[in-house]
Structure formats: C-alpha cells, structure tokens
C-alpha cells in the first residue's frame, strides 16, 4: 500500500449549529421543533423567498445584456455602492468627502476576513475584542486572518438577562491602543440585547478617548426592526463624529439571500489621501483569497436598491419578516406568564431581531432537546422564527416544565 502524507491529522470539533440542526433533521419524532439556525422561517415553518427577489430575477433571467463573465476583483460597483449608502445613510460625511471605500464580498463573514487579514497584514494590529458572548465564528475569522490576540469584553449580565454597560466599558477601557473592537451593529447574536442609544454614546466616547478601532458587524439592517434609518443608528453615530471604523454587511437575512453570499466591506477613513493605497492592497488581498466574487446576488440586491418602486417593496418585506418575529417574541412571553412559569421573561420581548437569549441552563436545553424534541444551542439561544402559532404553546409548556423541575 503506498504511504500517505495526510497522517496525524485530529477530529476538528462539531460546529453545534450545524450538528443540532442536522440532528432535528435526523429525528423522526413528532412533534419536534428546530430553534437552532439563523434563518427566516414563514408561519408554515418554511423558507421565504421575498417577492421582490423573484420579480428581479425574473426580469434579470429575461435581459439578454446581462452575461457570466467575471466581475472586478472588488465586485460590482453599483452594489457596493447602494450597500454602503445603505447602511451610512445619504447624508454620510464620509461619503459626501470620498472617505469611503465599499468592497463586494462572500457575504459578511467574507468581509470580516476580508477585515482580518487588512488589519493583520497591512496594518499590523494583532489584537481583537469581542462581547461575551458573540456570534462564534468572530473569533475563528480572526484568528485564522491573522490576528495573535483574542480578548472578551463583557457584554451579557446572567442575573438581569440585559447588557453589563459598565462592565463593557471597563474592559474597552483596559484594551490596548489600535485593539480592534468587533461590536454588532444591530440586533446582538446571541443575546438580542442592543445598546440604547445614549449607551452608544458611552461606548463611542470610550472608543475615541482611548484610539480603538471600532468593527460593526452588520448582519440584520432593517431585518431587526423593521426600520433601516433605526437599525443603522451606531454605525452612523461613529461616522457623524469622525470616528474611523469597518463595517462588515450582509445580505442573508434581509433579503433572504442566504446562499448567495451576499455582503460588503466598508472602511471609513478619516482622510481620502490614503483610499487609492488602501483599495490597492484590499484588491491584492482579495486576489490571493478568491480572485473575484460571484455576480448573480449582488446584482439582485444592486437592481432593487437603486429602483425606487423595488425598494419600497423590499421595506414592506422586511417589516413583515420583523413583524412576525415580534409576535413570536410576544405569543412566547405571554404563554410563559400564563403558566406562571419561575422567573422573569421581560427580556424575550425587550430584546430584538432574531436570536433570544433564554437564560436556560445547559442543563434545561438538554431536558428539552431529550424530552420534547425542541433543539437549541446549549447556549440557551433560540431562533424565534422558528416558533409559530402551531408550536408556541408546546413549547412555552415544554419550557415551562425544563425551569419548573430543573434549578
């Protein structure tokens, strides 16, 4: 038998995730339910494929201009663009003073590594923050881009079930000058407890006295609450003060794009001098990555940002997906307050987007993963779309038996 240069190789660990939900998958019980993965789910308990997309690619499919050849290695203009006007808003400073750069990428995890390795290599910064708890490839994206360090600041309080402000700031406080700070613009994966906007305030303060770099990972706008302008209110506090950051977009959610991989990378500078040197050496580093991104998504989100008619019916879209999810969030919390179950459940409907972060213990998500057939992360996280008016009741009552006999 010829000898193998692939020995010594050890298991990598299970992305839970993917494992829970393929374990649903598996399970031939019913009822179960999965709350695990972050997608959008209709009433039914189906993917939703937004009017407005098919429409455009029904008239996309019927252009006999448009064709396959490769894209720039930065991605399509029109959509960076729109993408990056989106999140900044049309009155940007940043914009207005050419002080931005918009790169087309493999949705936002794409862009995050995309800000990794910039920052790593071209930069040379080696240190990264990241809440407690955050969405778990922040780290992975990182560390594999480059960076040396990997801290936490503290961002989830166990007892009040909201954010620990002060305990976050004392840790920003603490960073290293130039430490990369990874903040979620909107709708904070796990917890979906967001700062208010005073809060930002503090935050940004802290941020600018002590020369960090703010990064906002932005994968929920107008997906959370329904409300571009709204969702948008951080990433656009920071570039109303000067204040330098990246922004990592993604389209997944809020156009239900989810295996396109549609997403952007948005650098503010607070000088144009250095955007011609910058965009060159991100343009290398997309070269040596994945040469250049894919067109077909990208151009979908581009024709219905910049089509009046299309984007107002994106909007009503969006405001239907974070509608239903609001009511999943409220028909949980009163079932829970019908059965009288122990402790406090303000936080499911104070909290926003798609993630809750229960409060479970590890002990509780096994009883009702083993009991009732409901996955969700050990975490306690659970994905609201994936409650409907079929399940709610079954699961507040399995919830409700999880706290009632597990401490």
């Given amino acids: 038998?010829?000898?193998?240069?692939?020995?010594?190789?050890?298991?990598?660990?299970?992305?839970?995730?993917?494992?829970?939900?393929?374990?649903?998958?598996?399970?031939?019980?019913?009822?179960?339910?999965?709350?695990?993965?972050?997608?959008?789910?209709?009433?039914?308990?189906?993917?939703?494929?937004?009017?407005?997309?098919?429409?455009?690619?029904?008239?996309?499919?019927?252009?006999?201009?448009?064709?396959?050849?490769?894209?720039?290695?930065?991605?399509?203009?029109?959509?960076?663009?729109?993408?990056?006007?989106?999140?900044?808003?049309?009155?940007?400073?940043?914009?207005?003073?050419?002080?931005?750069?918009?790169?087309?990428?493999?949705?936002?995890?794409?862009?995050?590594?995309?800000?990794?390795?910039?920052?790593?290599?071209?930069?040379?910064?080696?240190?990264?923050?990241?809440?407690?708890?955050?969405?778990?490839?922040?780290?992975?994206?990182?560390?594999?881009?480059?960076?040396?360090?990997?801290?936490?600041?503290?961002?989830?309080?166990?007892?009040?079930?909201?954010?620990?402000?002060?305990?976050?700031?004392?840790?920003?406080?603490?960073?290293?000058?130039?430490?990369?700070?990874?903040?979620?613009?909107?709708?904070?994966?796990?917890?979906?407890?967001?700062?208010?906007?005073?809060?930002?305030?503090?935050?940004?303060?802290?941020?600018?006295?002590?020369?960090?770099?703010?990064?906002?990972?932005s994968a929920y706008q107008g997906f959370a609450s329904g409300d571009l302008n709204h969702d948008a209110y951080a990433v656009r506090l920071f570039d109303s003060r000067g204040i330098e950051f990246i922004c990592t977009q993604s389209f997944a959610k809020n156009f239900g794009l989810y295996n396109e991989r549609v997403g952007n990378f948005v650098l503010v500078s607070n000088s144009a001098k250095q955007i011609p040197e910058m965009k060159s050496q991100l343009t290398l580093i997309v070269r040596g990555m994945y040469s250049n991104p894919p067109n077909h998504g990208a151009r979908v989100v581009s024709t219905v940002l910049n089509n009046s008619q299309l984007f107002e019916e994106w909007k009503d879209h969006i405001r239907t997906m974070s509608g239903r999810i609001k009511e999943m969030r409220k028909g949980l919390y009163e079932r829970l307050n019908k059965l009288k179950t122990p402790g406090t459940w303000e936080h499911i409907i104070d909290q926003i987007g798609m993630f809750s972060y229960t409060g479970l213990s590890e002990k509780q998500v096994e009883h009702l993963i083993k009991n009732y057939h409901i996955y969700l992360l050990r975490s306690g996280r659970i994905n609201m779309c994936g409650l409907n008016e079929k399940n709610l009741d079954y699961v507040a009552e399995a919830i409700h038996d999880a706290v009632t006999k597990i401490s």
């Fill in 1 to 217: 038998m010829a000898s193998t240069i692939f020995t010594g190789i050890e298991l990598g660990p299970p992305i839970e995730v993917f494992a829970l939900s393929k374990a649903f998958q598996d399970d031939p019980h019913t009822p179960k339910v999965n709350l695990t993965i972050g997608a959008y789910r209709t009433s039914e308990g189906k993917p939703w494929v937004l009017p407005v997309v098919k429409k455009t690619e029904s008239a996309m499919s019927a252009d006999e201009t448009l064709n396959h050849e490769y894209l720039p290695v930065l991605g399509l203009d029109s959509f960076s663009q729109a993408a990056t006007s989106m999140i900044l808003g049309k009155d940007s400073p940043a914009i207005r003073e050419g002080r931005v750069i918009g790169v087309q990428s493999l949705s936002g995890t794409g862009a995050l590594r995309i800000a990794a390795e910039f920052l790593a290599r071209i930069l040379h910064l080696d240190t990264f923050y990241y809440s407690k708890p955050t969405w778990e490839n922040h780290r992975l994206v990182f560390i594999n881009g480059g960076f040396k360090k990997n801290c936490e600041y503290r961002y989830w309080n166990p007892k009040t079930r909201g954010i620990d402000l002060d305990g976050m700031l004392e840790d920003l406080r603490n960073a290293p000058e130039n430490a990369v700070i990874i903040l979620h613009a909107c709708a904070h994966n796990p917890t979906g407890c967001d700062p208010t906007h005073e809060q930002w305030q503090k935050i940004a303060d802290v941020i600018e006295e002590k020369h960090l770099l703010p990064l906002f990972d």
